[in-house]
């Protein structure tokens, strides 16, 4: 089984904090957040992750090395300039196993991971998005996602009106996925790839009660700081 985690974002909200780190190794509860996420996966056995690096990602690839340290077998792909969740996927294809997981480099949702990607392989999609029902707003993220009757995402749209979910972080992909990017260009999964999905009946939503954490912002990155300390 095998999760890539999207680590190459420029954190522009933490600065200053992200001028001379990366935002997945912004330190979270004494070590850098990304530490986090590499546990929780080694815990529930996903121990083949492809991380996706760009902005200072040398320093990743330095403190983590091969994973051997954590129990896991680390790979990288390294943007040289900022190519969009979709261009930095694409990029990595070579690495890719016909299915598996992703993780946001800056989201905490520790749920069954296996069970999404399971979810996937089980169904007629070619991808699925964990949705949290957002209605308690609790997230301080503006929902996004409007799910169907039969469980199929029907709309996303930031800031939308009429929609209770939130996309939580964790999505399953089918290779399938990987192919509708271009090669060579800045591609954004959400903007550009999610509407194709949605238009095919083929993004499935796979909700969760479990509230996702994020370290966007300083009060997101103080809500985490004060529940992984606990």
Do not use: C, W
Not at 12 to 23: E, G, H, S
Not at 126 to 153: C, E, K, M, P, W
Request: hydrophobic share 40%; proline share 5%; no cysteine.
């Amino acid at each position: 089984m095998q999760a890539v985690i999207l680590a190459g974002g420029l954190g522009t909200r933490l600065r200053p904090i992200t001028q001379t780190v990366p935002k997945p190794m912004v330190p979270v509860a004494g070590v850098p957040y990304l530490e986090h996420q590499l546990r929780e996966l080694a815990r529930q056995g996903v121990r083949d992750i492809v991380l996706l690096t760009g902005y200072l990602g040398e320093q990743i690839e330095e403190y983590f090395g091969d994973g051997a340290g954590l129990g896991l077998a680390l790979r990288y792909s390294r943007e040289e300039h900022p190519m969009g969740t979709g261009g930095a996927l694409r990029l990595a294809a070579g690495l890719l196993d016909k299915s598996f997981l992703i993780i946001y480099g800056d989201s905490y949702l520790p749920i069954d991971y296996p069970d999404v990607l399971t979810a996937l392989n089980r169904s007629t999609a070619a991808a699925v998005v964990v949705v949290y029902d957002n209605r308690l707003g609790d997230t301080s993220v503006q929902s996004n996602i409007d799910v169907d009757t039969h469980g199929f995402v029907a709309r996303y749209e930031k800031g939308g009106e009429g929609l209770t979910y939130v996309e939580a972080g964790v999505l399953a992909f089918r290779q399938e996925v990987v192919d509708l990017i271009t090669p060579g260009r800045v591609v954004s999964l959400e903007k550009e790839i999610f509407p194709q999905l949605i238009s095919r009946r083929a993004l499935l939503a796979y909700p969760t009660q479990q509230r996702f954490y994020d370290i966007g912002t300083p009060d997101r990155l103080r809500a985490i700081e004060a529940l992984l300390t606990q």
